[in-house]
């Protein structure tokens, strides 16, 4: 069962900027915080499965962090679409370990978010790499690697 909640995301923009700050600082914490605490949520990371449920993905997203790599993830051309009660984000995201000059992920993302008694809640987080990526020099992801 996951903990009450203390923050109370007012705007779905809100809740996608939690939702990138705590990515990018690999905080699980404030990861879930931003999840809809029920089973009906789902999480796709790119080249991995379907998860489906709060333990399902608070345990994907626990597995990313523990593994120690930082990353910086950028996201851009962003594409709204509001209604009263959901809200979906599709972005490109620039996902790249930290440091300088280190290779470049582009990954296709949408974000689902709801509007729940405790605020606005990501209900759907589905990434895939790019079909065609951007030219630039990219080391490819091994088989059966989850990115994120």
């Known amino acids: 069962m ?8 007012a705007t779905p923009d809100e809740a996608e900027a939690a ?3 705590a990515f990018e600082r690999a ?6 915080a931003v ?3 029920n089973d009906d949520i789902v999480c796709v990371h790119p080249q991995g499965p379907r998860l489906v449920g709060f333990e399902a993905v608070r345990e994907s997203w626990s597995q990313i962090f523990a593994s120690g790599a930082r990353l910086k993830v950028h996201a851009t051309q962003h594409k709204r679409f509001d209604g009263q009660s959901v809200a979906v984000r599709a972005v490109l995201e620039q996902v790249s370990p930290t440091g300088e000059n280190a290779p470049v ?4 993302a949408t974000n689902v978010y709801e509007l729940t008694p405790g605020g ?3 209900v759907v987080h589905h990434a895939s790499p790019l079909a065609d990526p951007p030219a630039q020099a990219e080391e490819p992801v091994p088989a059966g690697h989850t990115l994120h």
Do not use: C, H, Q, V
Request: aromatic share 18%; glycine share 0%; proline share 11%.
């Open 120 to 122: 606005w809640r990501m």
């Open 19 to 21: 939702f990138y700050d």
């Open 2 to 9: 996951p903990p009450p909640r203390e923050k109370l995301f």
């Open 27 to 32: 905080n699980l914490a404030a990861m879930m």
């Open 35 to 37: 999840w809809a605490s």
């Open 105 to 108: 992920s582009s990954i296709s």
